[in-house]
């Protein structure tokens, strides 16, 4: 199984990034896809879900601002990142858990993303 992130960058504040994630070696539409984030000295945190029925959820940080969306076609997720802040600054993950079993999981190994004041 294999997740790789990719779109990370260094960005002013106001801008915006696209982060994508290939998933591989899974049945990529019976996992429920998300994104997180770790900044330094903080725990990571949930960004934003793709429920099973294809509604997302974000965190309210974010809301309003990032949209995840998936392509089961492509095996791939993205999220669209706008107005980004520096407080948006981190290291995002990709993860796929299974939706029969959530200890089946899996993460990609992250891209930075940098937000300049």
């Known amino acids: 199984v294999q997740l790789v992130e990719s779109g990370g960058g260094l960005v002013q504040t106001g801008g915006s990034l696209r982060l994508s994630c290939v998933v591989s070696g899974l049945s990529f539409n019976r996992y429920r896809m998300s994104w997180y984030r770790q900044a330094p000295g903080k725990e990571r945190e949930s960004v934003a879900t793709?429920?099973?029925?294809?509604?997302?959820g974000y965190a309210d940080s974010v809301k309003g601002r990032f949209t995840m969306s998936r392509e089961n076609a492509n095996n791939t997720v993205y999220l669209q990142m706008n107005s980004l802040k520096p407080e948006d600054t981190a290291v995002y993950y990709c993860h796929a858990r299974w939706i029969f079993n959530p200890s089946n999981n899996y993460w990609g190994p992250g891209t930075q993303v940098t937000v300049s004041s």
């Open positions: 793709i429920f099973d029925g294809g509604s997302a």
